[in-house]
């Protein structure tokens, strides 16, 4: 066989099925032994190949399986990184195979010739050339063996000539054939009984113990209810790990930092003693402070223990497997105990969370503007009631099926996801979380498609993220993938705004755009494409575009008010300092935006800053 060969039978016998990438020249050769196992491996064309690295990673993640994505040489290879770097700093499984020139020409300054090993060397955990064919078979087992192993990228680059080179056998004295195989075992580590036990004597001790958990613990949220339950602890999620215990249940405090919730919050400034489970979250201001409480961590990797919080226990190991062992180990809180009314109380601050978010989903209006007959930058008349992105995000909850997937973008439409959008038991949920790149719902939602095609694939998004890759919805259509793209328009990149604005007391710039009619952009790509305009249209629209018998991928539309701010769980008084100071600097809309905060302000009743709201409130009506 050629190399190209050696190479596509070697990731057919690691189990990998799909590949996502763009054809080219640098690669070609690789593209023809995939067209000739056709019935083994599908390769789905991308429309750009930072798509095809996003897919690879969203699959992975969604499988637990390797993603794998492949381009040319030069800006081909170039176009992956975004999406392989979602894919390292998520600890997501993921092949990239790229072309690369002649091997006669490397380092000669030919055409798309750069160095491609050296680009790769920072998000890849295992990075290699492929200089001929007898090499390729072992290439390909340590770069997927790698992968698995490190949950992270590795990549091979195979030089044109060397693809078409066929094996002869022509081998080292050292090389022995066949010594390599596609063989993994998955290691269920176990962490040691003396750790265990010292974890439990902590958590049996602590008065006040959270439970915050990430993707890591995915495969464990049965567990993680169970120990919930028995030492009566609330359960806090970071949003990678959004799906590991339903939102409605009973324990459940919801997310965590600046898309998070009041009692979550609360429940981390209060805490004695913090058990991470399969998380990094990084904002760790948002934890508690350091030697407040008693830290546990359980985490797969070793060198991410004690990295958020001083731990004084690391349990190294699969969750599902140190949850069970540990829950053994645990005593039953009494239902009186301090540790019990820790959590009755913020069951309590939970159902008035969840009041208010309901309330702000129900009324689907927002605030009329005072900028009287004025249009818009999408030429609309602001005085007319817009909808509440709160609304929309609420809507698309209600429509989930049972095992719906939900793809989510970075933006303002993350916050509302974190908050409006439920999570079921049975439903997937990710999105890019540590490196939070724009543009990955709309190809997320294409992989988890691709993986589970019986399944409904939600991407919720923001204009901005869904512009920049907004060609792959033509690969769904391509690929009569029926996904559902639900898109929050405001024609600004609204968290940004809010970033200028609230965290370094400047007036937004640069950051509205021309607007674009997605629906008919839909249509126009061979989909369906609705309108949302008013509030009344929610649960008409949402009923048509989310149902099953809708063959088409589908775009909604949803014209939201665009000075809904993502407000944080707790507002800060620096929060409403900067907002006044970028007033005084030139800020645009400061009419709309001020009564806007002012009004949610007093809807979720924080007293600890009313005084400073009221006093923006008295500084805008004297100087606007």
């Given at each position: 066989?050629h190399?190209?060969?050696i190479i596509?039978?070697a990731?057919?016998d690691w189990?990998?099925?799909?590949?996502?990438?763009?054809?080219?020249?640098?690669?070609n050769s690789?593209?023809?032994a995939?067209?000739?196992?056709?019935?083994?491996?599908?390769?789905?064309l991308?429309?750009?190949?930072?798509a095809?690295?996003?897919?690879?990673?969203?699959?992975?993640?969604?499988?637990?399986?390797i993603g794998a994505?492949v381009?040319?040489?030069?800006?081909?290879?170039?176009?992956?990184?975004?999406?392989?770097?979602?894919?390292k700093?998520?600890?997501?499984?993921?092949i990239?195979?790229?072309?690369?020139?002649y091997?006669?020409?490397i380092g000669?300054?030919?055409?798309?010739?750069?160095?491609?090993?050296e680009?790769?060397?920072?998000?890849?955990?295992?990075?290699?050339?492929?200089?001929?064919?007898?090499?390729?078979?072992?290439?390909?087992?340590i770069?997927?063996?790698t992968?698995?192993?490190?949950?992270?990228?590795?990549?091979?680059?195979?030089p044109?000539?060397?693809?078409?080179?066929?094996?002869?056998?022509?081998?080292?004295?050292?090389?022995?054939p066949?010594?390599?195989?596609?063989?993994?075992?998955?290691?269920?580590?176990?962490?040691?009984?003396?750790?265990?036990?010292?974890?439990?004597?902590?958590?049996?001790?602590?008065?006040k113990?959270?439970?915050?958990?990430?993707?890591?613990?995915?495969?464990?949220?049965?567990q993680?209810i169970q120990?919930s339950?028995?030492?009566k602890?609330?359960?806090?999620k970071?949003?990678?790990?959004k799906?590991?215990?339903?939102?409605?249940?009973?324990?459940?405090?919801?997310?965590?930092?600046?898309l998070?919730?009041?009692?979550?919050?609360?429940?981390?400034?209060?805490a004695?003693?913090?058990?991470?489970i399969?998380?990094s979250?990084?904002?760790?201001?948002?934890?508690?402070?350091?030697?407040?409480a008693?830290?546990?961590?359980?985490?797969?990797?070793p060198?991410?223990?004690?990295?958020r919080?001083p731990?004084?226990?690391?349990?190294?190991?699969?969750?599902n497997i140190?949850?069970?062992?540990?829950?053994?180990?645990l005593?039953?809180?009494?239902?009186?105990?301090?540790?019990?009314?820790?959590?009755?109380?913020?069951?309590?601050?939970?159902?008035?969370?969840?009041?208010?978010?309901?309330?702000?989903?129900?009324?689907?209006?927002?605030?009329?503007?005072?900028?009287n007959?004025?249009?818009?930058?999408d030429?609309?008349?602001?005085?007319?009631?817009?909808?509440?992105?709160?609304?929309i995000?609420?809507?698309?909850?209600?429509?989930?099926?049972?095992?719906?997937?939900?793809?989510?973008?970075?933006?303002?439409?993350?916050?509302f996801?974190?908050?409006?959008?439920?999570?079921?038991?049975?439903?997937?949920?990710?999105?890019?979380?540590?490196?939070a790149?724009?543009a990955?719902?709309?190809?997320?939602?294409?992989?988890a498609?691709?993986?589970?095609?019986?399944?409904?694939?939600?991407a919720?998004?923001?204009?901005?993220?869904?512009?920049?890759?907004?060609?792959?919805?033509?690969?769904a259509?391509?690929?009569?993938?029926?996904?559902k793209v639900?898109?929050?328009k405001?024609n600004?990149?609204?968290?940004i705004?809010?970033?200028?604005?609230?965290?370094l007391?400047?007036?937004?710039?640069?950051?509205?755009?021309?607007?674009?009619?997605?629906?008919?952009?839909a249509?126009?790509?061979?989909?369906?494409?609705?309108?949302?305009r008013?509030?009344?249209?929610?649960?008409?629209?949402?009923?048509?575009?989310?149902?099953?018998?809708?063959?088409?991928?589908?775009?909604?539309?949803?014209y939201?008010?665009?000075?809904?701010?993502?407000m944080?769980?707790?507002m800060?008084?620096?929060?409403?300092?900067?907002?006044?100071?970028?007033f005084?600097?030139g800020?645009?809309?400061?009419k709309?935006i001020?009564?806007?905060?002012?009004?949610?302000?007093?809807?979720?009743?924080?007293?600890?800053?009313?005084?400073?709201?009221?006093?923006?409130?008295?500084?805008?009506?004297?100087?606007?």
């Open positions: 066989m190399t190209a060969e596509a039978e990731l057919i189990d990998v099925k799909v590949i996502f990438g763009i054809p080219g020249d640098g690669i690789f593209i023809e995939l067209r000739k196992r056709q019935d083994k491996i599908r390769f789905v991308t429309r750009h190949e930072e095809a690295a996003f897919m690879a990673c969203a699959y992975a993640k969604y499988t637990g399986k994505c381009a040319t040489s030069g800006p081909g290879a170039i176009h992956l990184l975004n999406g392989l770097y979602d894919a700093l998520d600890g997501a499984p993921v990239a195979i790229t072309g690369r020139t091997s006669d020409l000669s300054g030919y055409q798309q010739d750069i160095h491609q090993l680009l790769f060397a920072d998000v890849s955990v295992y990075n290699n050339m492929i200089i001929a064919p007898e090499q390729a078979e072992m290439a390909v087992d770069a997927c063996r992968a698995l192993s490190q949950r992270g990228v590795s990549h091979l680059t195979i044109i000539d060397i693809q078409e080179k066929k094996l002869a056998g022509d081998y080292s004295k050292h090389k022995v066949g010594h390599t195989s596609d063989f993994y075992v998955k290691i269920n580590t176990e962490p040691d009984n003396q750790l265990l036990k010292k974890a439990a004597d902590i958590i049996n001790l602590g008065n113990v959270v439970i915050l958990t990430g993707q890591g613990a995915l495969n464990a949220g049965e993680v120990i339950e028995k030492i602890a609330p359960i806090i970071a949003l990678l790990g799906a590991v215990v339903p939102d409605e249940h009973l324990n459940c405090l919801g997310g965590i930092g600046m998070g919730t009041s009692p979550s919050v609360e429940a981390m400034d209060e004695d003693t913090l058990i991470m399969g998380t979250f990084p904002y760790i201001e948002y934890l508690p402070k350091p030697g407040q008693r830290g546990i961590q359980i985490d797969i990797k060198e991410r223990i004690g990295l919080y731990v004084e226990v690391g349990l190294v190991g699969d969750s140190t949850l069970l062992k540990l829950l053994h180990l005593e039953e809180k009494q239902t009186e105990s301090v540790q019990s009314n820790f959590l009755k109380s913020k069951q309590e601050e939970m159902k008035k969370w969840n009041d208010l978010l309901l309330s702000q989903s129900n009324s689907g209006k927002s605030l009329e503007s005072m900028n007959g004025k249009k818009n930058n030429g609309n008349d602001i005085n007319k009631n817009l909808v509440k992105p709160q609304a995000a609420s809507a698309v909850s209600r429509f989930l099926d049972d095992e719906a997937i939900v793809s989510v973008d970075s933006g303002t439409n993350t916050i996801a974190a908050r409006f959008i439920k999570m079921r038991k049975g439903m997937k949920f990710s999105l890019s979380g540590t490196l790149s724009m990955c719902g709309l190809p997320y939602a294409i992989a498609k691709i993986a589970y095609p019986e399944r409904q694939s939600v919720f998004v923001g204009d901005g993220g869904f512009t920049m890759l907004m060609g792959e919805f033509a690969t259509v391509q690929y009569n993938l029926p996904i639900i898109i929050l405001n600004v990149l609204g968290m705004r809010w970033e200028q604005m609230a965290f007391g400047n007036p937004e710039f640069g950051v509205e755009f021309s607007p674009i009619d997605f629906a008919k952009f249509e126009n790509c061979g989909g369906k494409g609705y309108k949302i008013d509030p009344n249209e929610i649960e008409q629209v949402m009923e048509l575009a989310m149902t099953k018998d809708n063959e088409k991928p589908v775009i909604v539309e949803a939201v008010d665009p000075f809904e701010p993502p944080p769980p707790k800060e008084p620096e929060f409403v300092k900067n907002i006044v100071e970028s005084a600097k800020q645009p809309y400061t709309r001020g009564l806007t905060l002012f009004r949610n302000q007093i809807s979720t009743s924080l007293k600890d800053v009313k005084n400073k709201v009221i006093e923006t409130r008295n500084i805008i009506q004297k100087n606007v």
